[in-house]
């Protein structure tokens, strides 16, 4: 499978053209900004979660609805996105992550 995505971005870059070559990483979908930037999920039963998201720094613990407060997040989701959306620019500064 040919990865786009990187091929653009190497030409951006270098100015050269190439084929990048393989399949892109799976992640998972972050519940609070919706961005695929976690490597596991919240799951007890496992013992896996509490991934911090690297674009909205949520920490994963499970926390579904939007106005319930997460303890390890200090807020909620809609409190975030809230964040989010005043500060666009700084969200937004990295245009390659997906």
């Given at each position: 499978m040919t990865n786009g995505f990187l091929s653009q971005i190497y030409e951006?870059?270098?100015?050269?053209?190439?084929?990048?070559?393989?399949?892109?990483?799976?992640r998972f979908r972050c519940p609070c900004c919706h961005r695929q930037t976690l490597d596991e999920i919240f799951d007890p039963e496992q013992g896996t979660g509490w991934d911090i998201c690297d674009h909205c720094g949520w920490e994963d613990d499970s926390t579904t609805d939007e106005?319930?407060?997460?303890?390890?997040?200090?807020?909620?989701?809609?409190?975030?996105?809230a964040r989010m959306l005043a500060r666009p620019n700084y969200y937004n500064r990295d245009k390659w992550r997906a």
């Amino acid at each position: 499978m040919t990865n786009g995505f990187l091929s653009q971005i190497y030409e951006a870059i270098s100015g050269a053209r190439a084929e990048v070559i393989g399949e892109p990483e799976f992640r998972f979908r972050c519940p609070c900004c919706h961005r695929q930037t976690l490597d596991e999920i919240f799951d007890p039963e496992q013992g896996t979660g509490w991934d911090i998201c690297d674009h909205c720094g949520w920490e994963d613990d499970s926390t579904t609805d939007e106005t319930q407060r997460s303890g390890c997040n200090r807020g909620s989701m809609s409190e975030y996105r809230a964040r989010m959306l005043a500060r666009p620019n700084y969200y937004n500064r990295d245009k390659w992550r997906a």
